[in-house]
């Protein structure tokens, strides 16, 4: 059974940076395209930023792009996502998974609190 672990959170001021990292058991995972995921009080968990297994294309939502920046490490089966120049709207719970469907079940999530 594949188990996620995200952690990294915590509570930043608007402008402030944080890395979060998610580290994948149980699977395969430099065969598999990851994302990062999030989801704010009251609306439905969106996408982030998804990766290519090779490690070379990702996607990001229009949101975020030019500030936040995912990477992976595969010799140590962990997702990474570095955070700049946060917003108070970036506040929500983050999470990792599969790219594109098909998902796994998901972590715990961590945290992020950007105050204003």
């Known amino acids: 059974q594949v188990q996620l672990v995200e952690s990294g959170g915590g509570l930043v001021q608007a402008g402030g940076s944080l890395r979060l990292s998610c580290e994948a058991s149980?699977?395969?995972?430099?065969?598999?395209?990851m994302g990062w995921y999030r989801q704010a009080p009251g609306k439905q968990r969106e996408l982030v930023a998804g990766?290519?297994?090779?490690?070379?294309?990702?996607d990001y939502v229009d949101s975020v792009k030019g500030r936040f920046t995912i990477s992976r490490d595969n010799a140590k089966n962990t997702l990474y996502l570095q955070m700049n120049k946060l917003k108070p709207e970036d506040t929500a719970v983050y999470y990792c998974?599969?790219?594109?469907?098909?998902?796994?079940?998901w972590g715990q999530g961590t945290q992020v609190t950007v105050s204003s």
């Open positions: 998974n599969r790219w594109g469907g098909n998902f796994w079940d």
């Open positions: 149980g699977t395969n995972f430099r065969d598999v395209n």
């Open positions: 990766l290519l297994r090779i490690g070379s294309i990702t």
